[in-house]
């Protein structure tokens, strides 16, 4: 079986009749969310909450039924990807330009589990830029402002034009050689006023699924 598609039904495990489950980004999350859709058809009762609108579109193609966020007041599983993750299960998110809402969710969520490559693990996180939703307004000044954290933070552009979120904002990927305090750096990039959250989830993920390359499953 295709290693997303094992670890996304291994996190499916998770989501019980009755539960509001998260519902995550990326093409690891699709087969977890495919998976839920099979549940559903077959009679598992749950309401999902989207973390995009690219995720919404998907779920509701599947007839899961969905919570408006305006009723969100906790969820009980979240299941979602990730970019990197170490082995205190601190992790990089945003690749796909979600961040934001993804974070969001995975806020007011009980349990949150992640699903992701093992290749994307790292001892140190630093690997992948860190994807940092921005402002469009005064963007050369925060991306300064990013700089001087010790990134090189790129605007992230597709088709020549510059990436557009679910939010209306920008996303600036910042490279970093390493990042041994997560934590410490999320709270010094939302200090910055344009920056309207950043790809660093600290001390939030539960569980951290992934295959070990020879079909069987790692969890952390
Ligand atoms: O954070 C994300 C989207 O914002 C995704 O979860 C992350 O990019 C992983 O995606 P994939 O499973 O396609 O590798």
Do not use: H, W
Request: aromatic share 4%.
């Amino acid at each position: 079986m295709n290693p997303k598609q094992l670890v996304g039904e291994e996190a499916a495990k998770y989501v019980k009749n009755g539960m509001v489950i998260g519902l995550g980004t990326g093409s690891t999350a699709f087969f977890a969310i495919q998976k839920i859709g099979e549940l559903v058809k077959n009679g598992l009762q749950i309401k999902g909450v989207p973390t995009s609108k690219a995720t919404e579109e998907l779920a509701k193609s599947l007839n899961i039924p969905l919570l408006a966020i305006e009723d969100v007041k906790r969820i009980d599983v979240t299941i979602d990807g990730a970019d990197e993750f170490d082995p205190q299960k601190n992790l990089i998110k945003g690749g796909g330009a979600a961040l934001l809402r993804e974070k969001i969710i995975a806020s007011v969520t009980d349990f949150y589990v992640i699903i992701a490559d093992a290749a994307k693990g790292s001892e140190v996180l630093g690997s992948f830029a860190v994807p940092v939703e921005i402002t469009p307004f005064a963007k050369e000044i925060t991306m300064a402002q990013l700089k001087a954290l010790g990134c090189q933070p790129v605007l992230r552009v597709k088709d020549g034009q510059a990436v557009v979120t679910d939010n209306q904002n920008y996303i600036a990927d910042c490279k970093f050689e390493r990042i041994d305090e997560p934590a410490k750096l999320a709270a010094k990039m939302n200090a910055i006023p344009g920056v309207v959250e950043n790809g660093i989830f600290a001390g939030m993920a539960n569980v951290v699924i992934s295959e070990d390359g020879n079909g069987g499953l790692l969890s952390l």
